[in-house]
């Protein structure tokens, strides 16, 4: 019985390169959120997404930042060109329809 | 969304019960009330949630009142291990979940 599977669970990446994190959802669970934990914060909602479909991405950055949930395959958090402020931990959560939300144990991002 | 409001830190004594206290005054008619911790820096775990009625699993119980204004997490015999930062949000379920600021538990022998 899986959870929900984040990796690489430590990325370290240079100020201007990309971050890839990928997440796979708990067997049988459609929806994926994701949330990040600046240091010292709490999680903040970035985006909510369905197989192929972005639900809600009211919380996520303007620009550099991309979500996607494929139809096969790990749902992807992407960040271009990667700033100091970016430095964070992200968590993603799955849930089947109208249950609840179950999390992995996240990636922290550092950037140099 | 609720607002929810929960004391930012509460301390118990192990093998004792830990009973966290939310007030959800503006919670809706189809809003779940949540419970979620955070152990460190450790991802959320999914504790409980209700609706109307009070729940127990084999992590806690929780009582809602009848108002549905607030409600109580009991974790029945607490461990060093429940030491953690524990969040009640009021939300509907496939919605984005917001996070306050929760209640530092800390548990103590």
């Known amino acids: 019985n899986a959870g929900v599977m984040q990796n690489p669970r430590h990325l370290v990446r240079r100020r201007g390169q990309e971050a890839r994190l990928r997440c796979s959802p708990m067997?049988?669970?459609?929806?994926v959120y994701w949330y990040r934990q600046l240091p010292e914060e709490g999680l903040k909602f970035m985006v909510y997404?369905?197989?192929?479909?972005?639900?809600?991405e009211s919380g996520m950055p303007k620009e550099r930042f991309s979500a996607e949930f494929p139809k096969e395959g790990p749902s992807i958090l992407r960040i271009q060109q990667v700033v100091r402020g970016d430095s964070a931990a992200y968590f993603c959560?799955?849930?089947?329809?109208?249950?609840?939300?179950?999390f992995g144990d996240g990636t922290r991002l550092s950037i140099l | 969304d609720a607002k929810t409001t929960q004391p930012p830190s509460m301390d118990c004594a192990e093998g004792r019960a830990a009973n966290l206290p939310c007030n959800h005054s503006?919670?809706?008619?189809?809003?779940?009330v949540y419970w979620y911790r955070q152990i460190h820096s450790q991802g959320p775990q999914y504790i409980i949630h209700?609706?109307?009625n009070n729940e127990t699993n084999e992590m806690a119980s929780l009582i809602i009142t009848e108002d549905r204004k607030s409600s109580t997490l009991i974790l029945p015999h607490a461990t060093l291990r429940d030491t953690a930062v524990y969040y009640c949000?009021?939300?509907?379920?496939?919605?984005?979940?917001?996070f306050g600021k929760g209640t530092t538990l800390s548990v103590s022998s």
């Open positions: 959560a799955s849930s089947p329809p109208w249950g609840p939300q179950h």
């Open positions: 067997k049988g669970h459609s929806h």
């Open positions: 997404l369905q197989k192929e479909n972005i639900i809600d």
């Open positions: 503006t919670i809706s008619g189809n809003e779940y």
């Open positions: 209700g609706l109307k």
């Open positions: 949000i009021g939300d509907q379920a496939g919605t984005a979940l917001i």
